[in-house]
């Protein structure tokens, strides 16, 4: 089985409240697009730093609309600066994230169960489901080729809005792997069956 797969990465990340945003940027604050990302979801101007007991994280991207809870998603060399626990959560799973204060230009507030690194996921392109019997909830391992290229195991399936495959990981995990920007990569075995 060898089906492709559009690699791209992710750099840490803030997704914040509204009322957040007003806490840390000043009231009735809207965020600036910069770049977007998606159909609604955009990259602000906007960054923030991030403290946790050993120390803190800052240049913290901020991405838009604001949603109804707070994620920032981290590397895992963040959690270390940090002195945070690497949770790997789903996105939007955060019972179990870390606790951090953020920090922007107009306040400092303390945010519980926040901090969170994304787990590696593949959102399902429509042809490919069809095609492969690859269901949503399936665990997959992604291959990417190059002189660093490796399997990446653990890979949850998620659904997806286009036709094509796109693989989600962060830039650590791209970078170990010497990816440089989106590429390719092919789903080579499905590990568990949801
Ligand atoms: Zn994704």
Known sequence: MRTDVEVSMSNR???LTAELVEA???EGYELHEMRKVGVREFASQETITAYGPKGKVADIRVMGPPRSYCQIELLMGDTYKLGIEAVLCDSGHVDNAADLVLEGPAGKVAVPHCGIVARRHLHLGQVVADQYEVKVGDIVSVRVGGERGVIFNNV?????RSDRCKFHIDVEEGNAAGLRGVTRGE???IDERS
């Open 13 to 15: 990340h803030a997704h």
């Open 24 to 26: 840390l940027f000043g």
């Open 156 to 160: 949850i399936v998620r659904s997806g």
């Open 187 to 189: 789903i080579v075995s």
